[in-house]
């Protein structure tokens, strides 16, 4: 099992944790940020692979900012991929 702990940009989270198995999400875990929603997201992701995780909440927006919570678990994936 492979942990990860990526600094957010952008939202109000101020990191995020997660653990790898593989490719497949174990669990994520927000620092900070909404904790309804930034539970919600973690739930929904835990045993999904990675790969697929990053198609579905890559580019989601929060309200005006650029980016957003679910936006910045995918870039994490991302890196976490390309690290391995």
């Known amino acids: 099992m492979k942990t990860i702990q990526y600094q957010t940009h952008g939202v109000c989270s101020r990191m995020i944790e997660i653990e790898l198995e593989g490719t497949k999400v174990q669990s994520v875990r927000f620092l900070g940020g909404c ?25 989601i927006k929060c309200g005006f900012k650029p980016t957003s919570c679910p936006d910045q678990l995918a870039k994490a994936l991302e890196k976490a991929l390309q690290e391995a």
């Open 35 to 59: 904790s309804g929603n930034t539970q919600g997201v973690a739930a929904l992701v835990s045993g999904m692979e990675a790969e697929e995780a990053i198609r579905r909440l890559s580019g």
